[in-house]
């Protein structure tokens, strides 16, 4: 388990991190999602000993990261920009990273490059941005390590490649105690990955929610009533976080089991009662919208 | 997985990186050692050698290779630990480097002294190689000895401490700066910053304060220079120049100070700790900027602006037309000082916006400047007129100037091509002349610091002005040197003067003969009378009893009598050392007698004593084998410039030749020989400098081949009237 407690980092006068505390469970998929300059970056820096937080402390099975070998023997981070060793190949690569991770599976490496049709000898200088995101993930899988700090790694994979190390990281999750950590500025890109996600915005957490329990708490229901009347006394029961009309036809964001909302409703008779399904960003823009931001803005 | 077996893959994986560095020592050492060494065998070979004058190849790769070689050596160890430092540890200044190591689970002490060893490695396993593979070569050629062996180990053992040095230095470049431009830039000034310094420091000292002179004399608890001198270029010097021949290791071929040895190691271990401690302490996100430590960037910033416009001041100043030194001086710190400080604001930020941030500090340095611009220029400290109170002094040294102005030799020089040259006079006696007691001593120095006299040039009124250089040897354990200009024409001070002459400590201390003869063996004495030489075998018997009588007259020996009296003769004693190079060069290279011992006529015991060894120092020249004497007129011209600089020029304007027997009679009563003469002349008035005399024999006999002056006064009336002279007058 990851708790960031209380922690903030900042760059000469720039704040980048401010008193963030984040919970990440064991076995889940988190999204860190944030735009440019909200903090993710130095957030997962400082979750993978990188940086050194100013202030609060990143436990990482209780243990702190920062000079903690033991602790960071079970982290792999692949950052925005990773880096690979001059004139290494995939295989080189491996190699290096064989030295410092002693679970490395190199068999397993070997594997997964010829399923993702990569060429083990060949220089990574020449690999496509792609091609080269696709090796850090292969790479950090066959670390076997606990947690995976992914930094901006899935954004422009094509839907093809997202789909495969989707598949790889749901065996992973599957077989062993593996904790993904993946920033994004596109909460898009995360919404068939993750299981929950935190949202950073300004260097502080605006919320963190579990994603399926986020989907079954809020609903889109279309409705139309026979009378003003019923339409005002069916929606006085519900806990309405947006509402909208178009002639008679209600679209409304309900909070609530859907069960509850559905029996709710049809007490008054509806001439139609309908639940459509939210999108991951609409579900956001609901439950941000209520905290007082315009997550359009922040995140899309 | 163990740290132990994590350290030796973290090597290998550095080594890996960059395995083009141990590739490029590989090759400068390559370059270094084997081709040098074929080729130069190659020459000894064809006999085509000149340069050390070799034997055979036995002594090259004994003397020379694993010898004064070592210094090209240590410069190639400073250039491998320059590479060694930025390739291995410039990651520091790359983000995405950073990301990847110190994300790994390997803390940075592990990373740190891998980087470190692997550094090592790379420089020392291509330096030892080839070493291993000259000694090789010296064996198919069969000159590998014992000697060379350990000359080889020595040398192994010298320059790997100077790459450690130079390799801890840069590291420290590396780890306080963010950049790589940058921290090429610091290891550069790091590299020299103590010398430059001192060089500033000594030259602005010498600008403003005349009283101001530099000791350069290591040995006998003294300091020889006044600045810690903490750069790599500053302890080389220190390392392989050392200015006082005792630090000198016996051979003279292989020379390094010994002594300096363990503050190489010292500050070899401190550099390196600083650089591990800047590593650890070190953040991840300095990474970019130019200094990685917010507090180190005003420190720099004041470090390298204020030596700048200093310097930029003295440059200026040294350009400037005689009547404005000072307006461009002070032109020249300004003006070095804002570009200077704009400048680094400018590198700093990496941004030419940036060059005028830190308003503050600007101030801050602007006015640290025009304190040291004001004490300077105006000796705010009282630099010139400081004189220790009598109670914190524990010794004092003085060295009347010009006075019999004899110092010990020193070996210079590589492989056979050895010679010897002289410790300088003033350095030598503020060593070993240790005055106590003497009430005169402090006398004199207070009323020469009181006066402040200064000497301007051809003034008759300063004609008596002597310089006197006191070192100060406090309790504390301070040495302070200053140079007065004391006026002889003054009674007070000529009697002063004459109590310090007259202090047997003095004379002591001012004849190496005298301080250090007891402790030497001497193989040879070289005499030169008025007339004849000689060159006599010494053995204990007469060396102890030849330096016993000569302490005892010239301890009587009052100043009185030295201003007004021609001496006789002076000698050398030589040591089987001094005594072969003098061999290997024909008594070429000590010709000129600057370590003679003067025999005053006054000193009958010696001169009987030479004499009873074959040396009569009256012996008479042979008229009847002179064929003539050749006189020189040495015609002083006052010259000016373009610019209206006056300077001095000599014609030589031959007199004539004389052959009477009688004129040529009255012409030798008259001269005093110039091999001990210039001392005469530097000190007393009573040596004619204007004519140049020679005799000529029919012989051709060496001993005659000698110059002489007249004796002031005494020049017989017919010069005047010869020919020649007329003609020079004209």
């Known amino acids: 388990m990851i708790t960031a407690t209380h922690i903030s980092k900042k760059f000469d006068k720039t704040q980048a991190v401010k008193d963030v505390s984040v919970s990440i469970k064991n076995g889940e998929v988190f999204g860190l999602i944030g735009t440019n300059g909200a903090g993710k970056s130095t957030f997962l820096r400082m979750a993978c000993g990188v940086l050194k937080p100013d202030s609060g402390e990143i436990l990482v099975d209780e243990q702190k990261v920062y000079e903690n070998n033991t602790a960071k023997a079970e982290i792999f981070y692949i950052s925005d920009d990773q880096y690979f060793l001059p004139n290494a190949t995939p295989i080189d690569m491996a190699d290096f990273y064989k030295d410092y991770y002693v679970k490395f599976d190199m068999a397993r490496f070997r594997d997964l490059l010829g399923k993702f049709q990569l060429e083990g000898r060949r220089k990574v200088t020449t690999f496509s941005k792609g091609m080269k995101k696709q090796l850090s993930v292969l790479l950090g899988v066959c670390a076997n390590t606990k947690y995976m700090f992914c930094d901006e790694t899935f954004d422009g994979l094509d839907p093809m490649m997202r789909q495969a190390v989707k598949s790889i990281f749901a065996g992973e999750l599957a077989e062993r105690d593996f904790t993904p950590v993946i920033a994004s500025h596109n909460l898009r890109e995360l919404e068939d990955i993750c299981d929950s996600v935190g949202i950073l915005h300004q260097g502080g957490v605006l919320m963190q929610k579990d994603l399926e329990e986020m989907k079954l708490n809020i609903h889109n229901i279309q409705c139309v009533f026979h009378t003003p009347e019923d339409e005002a006394a069916a929606l006085e029961g519900l806990e309405v976080v947006n509402a909208e009309k178009r002639g008679s036809l209600n679209t409304l964001t309900v909070r609530g089991k859907i069960e509850e909302i559905m029996a709710g409703i049809n007490l008054h008779n509806p001439v139609f009662a309908e639940n459509i399904s939210l999108t991951l960003e609409e579900i956001f823009i609901s439950e941000t919208e209520v905290a007082g931001y315009d997550i359009k803005n922040l995140i899309f | 997985m163990t ?401 019999m102005s004899v110092s010990p030799a020193k070996s210079s020089g590589y492989g056979r091509t050895v010679w010897y040259t002289y410790i300088g006079t003033t350095d030598y006696r503020m060593g070993n002349v240790k005055l106590q007691g003497n009430p005169s001593v402090m006398d004199l120095a207070r009323k020469a610091a009181k006066e402040q006299l200064t000497y301007e040039g051809d003034d008759e009124a300063q004609k008596d002005y002597k310089a006197v250089a006191f070192g100060y040897n406090l309790k504390n354990g301070k040495h302070i040197y200053r140079m007065y200009t004391v006026d002889m024409a003054d009674a007070q001070t000529k009697a002063l003067v004459a109590d310090i002459f007259n202090d047997s400590s003095y004379k002591t201390g001012t004849s190496p003969m005298l301080s250090d003869g007891w402790k030497k063996e001497y193989r040879k004495l070289y005499g030169v009378g008025t007339f004849g030489a000689a060159d006599l075998d010494m053995t204990p018997e007469f060396q102890a009893k030849l330096l016993e009588t000569y302490q005892e007259e010239y301890l009587q020996l009052d100043f009185d009598t030295v201003l007004d009296t021609y001496p006789v003769g002076c000698f050398s004693l030589l040591t089987d050392e001094e005594y072969q190079a003098d061999l290997d060069w024909r008594h070429g290279a000590r010709y000129d007698r600057y370590d003679g011992s003067l025999i005053y006529p006054q ?53 004539g030749s004389v052959y009477d027997a009688a004129q040529q009679e009255e012409l030798l009563n008259q001269v005093i020989n110039t091999d001990y003469g210039w001392q005469v002349r530097n000190y007393a008035d009573i040596v004619d400098g204007d004519f140049e005399i020679s005799i000529h024999s029919k012989t051709d006999n060496e001993a005659l081949q000698r110059k002489f002056d007249f004796k002031k006064g005494q020049i017989p009336q017919f010069i005047y009237e010869m020919e020649g002279y007329q003609k020079a007058m004209e």
């Open chain 2, 603 to 655: 000193f009958t015991k010696t001169i009987a004593l030479l004499k009873e060894h074959g040396f009569d120092v009256y012996e008479m020249v042979d008229m009847e084998d002179i064929d003539f004497i050749n006189v020189i007129y040495c015609k002083e011209n006052m010259e000016f410039d373009g610019e209206g600089v006056s300077y001095v020029s000599y014609d030589y304007v031959e007199v």
């Open chain 2, 3 to 403: 740290s132990k077996t994590l350290f030796f893959k973290l090597i290998k994986q550095d080594v890996k990186k960059r395995v083009w560095c141990p590739i490029i020592i590989f090759l400068g050492y390559f370059l270094a050692f084997e081709v040098n060494m074929l080729r130069m065998i190659g020459r000894i070979e064809e006999r085509t050698e000149y340069t050390y004058a070799l034997k055979d190849i036995l002594e090259y790769v004994e003397k020379v290779l694993f010898g004064s070689n070592v210094k090209a050596f240590a410069v190639l160890a400073c250039l491998a630990a320059f590479l060694c430092a930025v390739s291995g540890f410039s990651y520091l200044h790359s983000r995405v480097q950073l990301d990847l190591y110190q994300s790994l689970p390997a803390n940075r002490t592990q990373t740190f002294l891998a980087k470190y060893v692997s550094g090592v490695l790379q420089f020392f396993l291509p330096f030892a190689i080839h070493v291993v593979i000259c000694m090789g070569i010296a064996a198919g050629k069969a000159a590998f000895s014992g000697v060379v062996f350990g000359n080889a180990i020595k040398m192994v053992g010298v320059v790997s401490l100077v790459f450690l040095l130079s390799y801890g230095m840069c590291l420290m470049a590396v780890c306080l700066t963010g950049n790589i431009i940058i921290s090429v830039f610091g290891c550069i000034v790091l590299f020299f910053y103590s010398s430059v310094v001192s060089v500033l420091t000594s030259s602005l000292f010498q600008t403003f304060f005349p009283t101001y002179m530099f000791v350069s004399i290591e040995g006998n608890g003294l300091d020889y220079t006044p600045y810690w001198r903490f750069s790599p270029v500053s302890m080389l010097v220190d390392l392989f120049e050392p200015r006082y021949t005792g630090a000198f290791r016996d051979d003279t071929y292989f020379r390094y100070n010994a002594d300096c040895l363990w503050k190489v190691a010292a500050a070899m271990l401190v550099y390196t700790l600083i650089a591990y401690v800047l590593y650890r302490k070190r953040a991840s996100e300095a990474a970019g900027k130019a200094i990685a430590f917010w507090w180190a960037e005003s420190v720099i910033k004041t470090m390298l602006v204020l030596p700048a416009a200093l310097m930029a001041g003295l440059f200026f100043r040294e350009i400037a037309p005689e009547k404005g030194v000072d307006t461009w001086y002070l032109f020249g710190v300004v003006f070095g000082f804002a570009l200077a400080a704009v400048l680094l604001e400018i590198i700093f930020r990496l941004d030419i916006r940036g060059a005028l941030c830190h308003k503050k500090q600007f101030v801050f340095n602007a006015a640290c400047l025009a304190v040291i611009v004001l004490v300077l220029r105006f000796d705010v400290l009282g630099y010139n007129t400081y004189v220790p109170a009598d109670s914190e002094l524990e010794s004092c040294a003085v060295s009347l100037e010009g006075l």
